[in-house]
C-alpha cells in the first residue's frame, strides 16, 4: 500500500462442497484471478454466522465474500437458504452501518463452476479496489487526541492541587 | 478512620437510572452502608474529584461505575477511579456495551453537534455558538472536555474486573453482587456477575416452531398472551439476553429488547439476533427475504443493537474520509490491536 497500489484483502468464506471446489477447478485449470481471497473453507455456506463476517471487517477485510452451492444443491439439502436470509439480514445492517455494498457479496457456485467463480472474485476485487481500504478500526480511533485532552486535565489539577495527582 | 471497606460510585455518559437503581435495593442500603463508607457519589453526595486523587492507588475497595466514556473527563475519571480502586465494576448497559448513549456511534462527532445545538427543533441558537474545549474570556481560558467521536465502553477505556448487566440492573442483582463482593465469592476477574440462561428460558409463554411471513412492529398488533411473542412476528431478543430480570416484558406482551446485554458466549449481541431472526423467515426466494426484512426491520442498528453498538464487533458506523489509503502512522495504529 505504501508505494500508492492497493490490494483488498477480501476475505471468502467458501463451502466444502461447491464453492471451495469451484475454486479447486479455477486453480487446477489455471484460470487466471487476482489472488485477493484469503479464503477460509467451511462444511457450508449455512454455518457462517454473521459474527464471522462481522469480524473479518473488524480484523481488516476490505471485503468479504460468502460463496455456496446454488440454492436448491446444498449438501446438506436447505442450510444454504439460511445462508441467503442471514446474507440479506446482515447486508441490511451493513448498509445502515453505512458500509458500501461491494463490499459484502454472495456468491453461488457449483463444483463446475470454476471460470464463475475467478470472474466473481475477478469482479469483486475491481469493486473493492475503486472504493479503497476500509480499515475498520480507524473508524474508532481519535486519532491520540483524547490523550492530549485528558493530560489537560491532570495539569490543571496539579496546577490546583497542594498534592501532585501522581 | 473505621476499618470499613470503602465504596465509590461514579457515572459517566449515562442516564441516571443506574444511580437510582442503587437506591433501589430500598433500606439494604443500610447495609451498604454498613459495609462500606462511601467516599465518592456525585449524585447522592458531596465530593471532591481531588481527594479522590489524593487517596493512596487502591486505597478504594469497590467502584461501581455506571456509564459509557463520552468525553475526555469521562476517561480521566475512568483512569482515576481505575488507579484508586481494587475492585472496578462495570455498573450497567452503558458501561458495560454503551446502550443507549452509544447508538450515537451511528453519527459522527460533527453531525451530533450539528443537530443538538442547531438543528434540533427545541435549539434556540441564533449565532450557531458550538461547544469549545478551551474560550478565552476576560478572566481568563475556560475549559471544557473534549467531546469524543465515538462512545467507548468503561472496557475498552480501562480494565475492568466485573460487569454487571441490565438498564438499569435489578436491585435483586446488584444486591447478589454485592454480597458476592463482600463474600469474596466472586467468578474470575473480567467476568459478567449474572446468569447463563436467556430470556427465553425465563419466559412462561409457548414456544412452538417458528415460521414468520412478515415481522410486525409492537403497535401493529395486540398479541396473543400465550404463545412466544418472536412466532407472532414481534421481534423479541430474548433468544440472545442473559436472563436476570425473570422475563419482564415479555410477560406483559412486550417484547425483549435486550437491555441485559448479550448471554454468556455470544460474541456479538447483534450477530446472535440476526441468526436468529433470519432463521424464522419463511421464505426461499431472495426478493421475498429482502422486502421482509426491509419492512419489517426498518432500523436493523437499533433493533440489534440497540444496547450494544458501541461493544459490538463494529462499534460504530464507517466514518467518512474510509476509503483513502491510511497514512503510514495511522496504519501502524490500526493494524497494532
Ligand atoms: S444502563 Fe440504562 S439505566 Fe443505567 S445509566 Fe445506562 S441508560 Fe441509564
Ligand atoms: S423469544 Fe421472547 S417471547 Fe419468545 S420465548 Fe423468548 S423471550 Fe419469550
Ligand atoms: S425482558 Fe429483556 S428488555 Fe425486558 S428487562 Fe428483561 S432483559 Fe431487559
Same mark, same amino acid.
Given at each position: 500500500m505504501s508505494d500508492g497500489t492497493f490490494e483488498p484483502k477480501i476475505v471468502g468464506f467458501l463451502c466444502n462442497w461447491c464453492s471451495y471446489r469451484a475454486a479447486d477447478l479455477a486453480g487446477s485449470s489455471r484460470v487466471k484471478y487476482p489472488p485477493n481471497v484469503r479464503i477460509i473453507r467451511v462444511m457450508c455456506s449455512g454455518r457462517v454466522d454473521p459474527t464471522f463476517a462481522l469480524k473479518a471487517f473488524e480484523l481488516g477485510a476490505d471485503g468479504v465474500l460468502l460463496a455456496g452451492c446454488h440454492p436448491g444443491e446444498c449438501h446438506y439439502l436447505e442450510q444454504n437458504y439460511k445462508a441467503m436470509r442471514r446474507f440479506s439480514m446482515l447486508k441490511h445492517t451493513l448498509r445502515a452501518m453505512k458500509l458500501e455494498e461491494e463490499r459484502f457479496q454472495l456468491l453461488w457456485a457449483s %463444483? %463446475? $463452476?470454476? *471460470?464463475r467463480f475467478a470472474e466473481h472474485v475477478a469482479k469483486m476485487t475491481e469493486e473493492v479496489r475503486k472504493l479503497g481500504p476500509l480499515s475498520w478500526r480507524r473508524n474508532w480511533i481519535e486519532k491520540g487526541l483524547d490523550d492530549k485532552e485528558i493530560e489537560k486535565f491532570l495539569k490543571e489539577h496539579e496546577e490546583a492541587m497542594e498534592v501532585p495527582a501522581r | 478512620m473505621s476499618d470499613k471497606g470503602k465504596l465509590a460510585l461514579y457515572w459517566a455518559a449515562s442516564c441516571g437510572g443506574c444511580e437510582?437503581?442503587? #437506591?433501589?435495593?430500598?433500606?439494604?442500603?443500610?447495609?451498604v452502608a454498613n459495609a462500606f463508607d462511601i467516599v465518592f457519589w456525585p449524585c447522592v453526595m458531596d465530593g471532591k474529584v481531588r481527594d479522590i486523587e489524593k487517596m493512596p492507588d487502591k486505597s478504594i475497595d469497590l467502584c461501581l461505575f455506571n456509564g459509557g466514556i463520552r468525553n475526555s473527563e469521562q476517561e480521566y475519571m475512568a483512569r482515576l477511579l481505575r488507579r484508586?480502586?481494587?475492585? /472496578?465494576?462495570a455498573f450497567g448497559s452503558c458501561a458495560h456495551e454503551g446502550c443507549i448513549p452509544g447508538l450515537a456511534n451511528m453519527n459522527s462527532r460533527d453531525e451530533i453537534l450539528q443537530f443538538v445545538y442547531k438543528d434540533s427543533p427545541s435549539a434556540d441558537n441564533p449565532k450557531g455558538v458550538l461547544p469549545e474545549v478551551e474560550t478565552k474570556v476576560p478572566e481568563g481560558t475556560l475549559h471544557l472536555p473534549f467531546f469524543y467521536d465515538t462512545l467507548k465502553t468503561l472496557g475498552q477505556t480501562v480494565d475492568v474486573d466485573y460487569y454487571l448487566p441490565g438498564c438499569p440492573p435489578e436491585p435483586e442483582r446488584i444486591w447478589d453482587a454485592i454480597v458476592a463482593i463482600l463474600s469474596g465469592k466472586l467468578p474470575p476477574p473480567g467476568s459478567v456477575i449474572g446468569a447463563e440462561t436467556t430470556v427465553c428460558d425465563d419466559c412462561p409463554r409457548k414456544r412452538e416452531e417458528k415460521k414468520i411471513k412478515e415481522f410486525k412492529r409492537t403497535w401493529q398488533i395486540i398479541p396473543?398472551? $400465550?404463545?412466544? #411473542? #418472536? $412466532?407472532?412476528?414481534?421481534?423479541?431478543?430474548?433468544?440472545?439476553?442473559?436472563?436476570?430480570?425473570? %422475563? /419482564?416484558?415479555?410477560?406483559?406482551?412486550?417484547?425483549?429488547?435486550g437491555c441485559y446485554g448479550p448471554n454468556a458466549g455470544v460474541e456479538d449481541f447483534g450477530a446472535r439476533m440476526m441468526t436468529a431472526i433470519a432463521s424464522v423467515i419463511d421464505s426461499e426466494d431472495p426478493e421475498e427475504i429482502d422486502r421482509i426484512i426491509q419492512e419489517g426491520i426498518p432500523d436493523p442498528v437499533g433493533t440489534f443493537y440497540r444496547f450494544s453498538?458501541?461493544?459490538?464487533? #463494529?462499534?460504530?458506523? *464507517?466514518?467518512?474520509? *474510509?476509503?483513502?489509503? %491510511?497514512?503510514? +502512522? +495511522?496504519e501502524a495504529e490500526v493494524s497494532g490491536r
Open positions: %463444483a %463446475a $463452476e470454476g *471460470n | 437510582i437503581a442503587v #437506591l433501589a435495593v430500598n433500606e439494604k442500603i443500610l447495609d484508586k480502586a481494587k475492585v /472496578l465494576v396473543d398472551t $400465550e404463545k412466544c #411473542l #418472536l $412466532e407472532q412476528g414481534i421481534v423479541c431478543c430474548g433468544i440472545a439476553t442473559r436472563a436476570g430480570c425473570g %422475563a /419482564l416484558c415479555p410477560q406483559v406482551g412486550s417484547p425483549c429488547i453498538l458501541a461493544h459490538s464487533s #463494529l462499534r460504530r458506523s *464507517n466514518r467518512a474520509g *474510509n476509503g483513502k489509503p %491510511a497514512a503510514k +502512522e +495511522e
